[in-house]
C-alpha cells in the first residue's frame, strides 16, 4: 500500500530555520499537507500543496515539493518555541478519499 | 464556520468494560466522517470512515466498531475493552467533494480522547 515517511526528531535553536522532510510512495499524488498537533490536541492543518506546484509559501512556512523524487519539506523560519509540536506529512490517497500519515516529527526547539 | 466536537476529553476505563466515544461535526452537511488511533509515541492508525448514514467502512480488523445513527454524528464503541486499546482517539471530517480551492480534502480534527485502559 501507500506508505509516507519521516524523521522522528528534529532539535532546532530558537530563531534558527527548522527543515522536516517528508517522502512518499504514491504516484498519484495530488495533495500534499502538513499538520501540526500539540501535546494532547488534535491535529491542526497547517498548509498544503497542490502536486503541479514546487513550492508554497505562507508567512513563515515554506514548503517545498520534488514530485520526480517523491520528497516533500516544510521549513519554519526563525522557529520560536512555541513551534514545539509534532509534525505529520499527510498524502491524499484520492481513489480513497483518505489521508496517508506519516509517523510524525517531534520539532524541539531550545533556547 | 465548521466545528467539530467530541468527548470526552479524557476516559479511564477497567479491562472488560463498554466504550463509546461520541463526536459531532456542525456547519456543514454529508461530511466524509474518520476515526483515527494514535497510541503513545506513534502515528495515526486509520480505524473507521464513513461516507455517509450508516455507510461505515473499518481499516483494521479490531475490538471496536463504529456507527453513524446521523448525518453528523459518528461514534466509536466496544463492547468489551482490551489493555490494547489504550490510546489517543481522534475524530475527524473532510468534505465529500475534492476541490482545488478548499485544498483538496483535507482532514479536520477534534481535540481528541486519551483513553487509558487499567
Known amino acids: 500500500g501507500e506508505d509516507v515517511e519521516q524523521s522522528l526528531f528534529l532539535s532546532v535553536r530558537e530563531g534558527d530555520s527548522s527543515v522536516i522532510n517528508c517522502t512518499y510512495t504514491?504516484?498519484?499524488?495530488?495533495?500534499l499537507y502538513w499538520y501540526k498537533q500539540e501535546p494532547g490536541a488534535g491535529l491542526q492543518l497547517l498548509t498544503y500543496?497542490?502536486?503541479?506546484?514546487d513550492m508554497k509559501q505562507d508567512q513563515r512556512l515554506t514548503v517545498l515539493l520534488n514530485k520526480k523524487d517523491k520528497h516533500l519539506s516544510l521549513r519554519i523560519a526563525d522557529t520560536q518555541t512555541g513551534d514545539s509540536a509534532i509534525y505529520f506529512c499527510a498524502d491524499f490517497s484520492g481513489g480513497y478519499n483518505k489521508l496517508i500519515f506519516g509517523a510524525g516529527t517531534r520539532l524541539a526547539v531550545h533556547p | 464556520s465548521q466545528t467539530i466536537h467530541q468527548w470526552p476529553a479524557t476516559l479511564v476505563q477497567p479491562v472488560g468494560s463498554p466504550l463509546s466515544l461520541e463526536c459531532t461535526v456542525e456547519?456543514?452537511?454529508?461530511?466524509?466522517l474518520y476515526w483515527y488511533r494514535q497510541a503513545a509515541g506513534r502515528g495515526l492508525q486509520l480505524l473507521f470512515y464513513s461516507v455517509g448514514i450508516g455507510q461505515i467502512s473499518s481499516e483494521v480488523p479490531q475490538n471496536l466498531s463504529a456507527s453513524r445513527p446521523q448525518d453528523r454524528q459518528f461514534i466509536l464503541s466496544s463492547k468489551k475493552l482490551l489493555l490494547s486499546d489504550s490510546g489517543f482517539y481522534l475524530c475527524a471530517w473532510s468534505w465529500v467533494s475534492f476541490t482545488r480551492d478548499r485544498g483538496g480534502s483535507p482532514l479536520h480534527f477534534g481535540n481528541g480522547t486519551r483513553l487509558t485502559v487499567t
Open positions: 504514491d504516484s498519484s499524488s495530488t495533495y
Open positions: 456547519g456543514t452537511s454529508n461530511p466524509n
Open positions: 500543496i497542490f502536486s503541479n506546484m
